[in-house]
Nanobody, 118 residues
Framework: QVQLVESGGGLVQAGGSLRLSCAASGLIFSSSTMGWFRQAPGKEREFVGHITWSGGSTYYADSVKGRFTVSRDNAKNTVYLQMASLQPEDTAVYYC???????????WGQGTQVTVSS
């Protein structure tokens, strides 16, 4: 059974930083592309960024490029989202997701709330 468990969310002031973690189990983590998504109240879920299985390639949404960084530790089966220069519009529930063999995202975590106050 695949499990993705996010942690690290919370309340932060604008301009602050947070690091989210996502611990994975039950899948071959080292061969999965790992992504981060978010969903703000009243909005559709949107892509934030992803990292390939080797960690050699990352890709980000324009809205977070230069502020957010995705990284992974395959020895710990964990993917991270380092967020800096947070703004109120970054407020959302953040989800990690796994795409085995870099195909579609089929495994999702339960999400962690990030709230940025102005």
């Amino acid at each position: 059974q695949v499990q993705l468990v996010e942690s690290g969310g919370g309340l932060v002031q604008a301009g602050g930083s947070l690091r989210l973690s996502c611990a994975a189990s039950g899948l071959i983590f080292s061969s999965s592309t790992m992504g981060w998504f978010r969903q703000a109240p009243g909005k559709e879920r949107e892509f934030v960024g992803h990292i390939t299985w080797s960690g050699g390639s990352t890709y980000y949404a324009d809205s977070v490029k230069g502020r957010f960084t995705v990284s992974r530790d395959n020895a710990k089966n964990t993917v991270y989202l380092q967020m800096a220069s947070l703004q109120p519009e970054d407020t959302a529930v953040y989800y990690c997701a796994a795409a085995p063999l870099s195909r579609e995202y089929v495994h999702w975590g339960q999400g962690t709330q990030v709230t940025v106050s102005s």
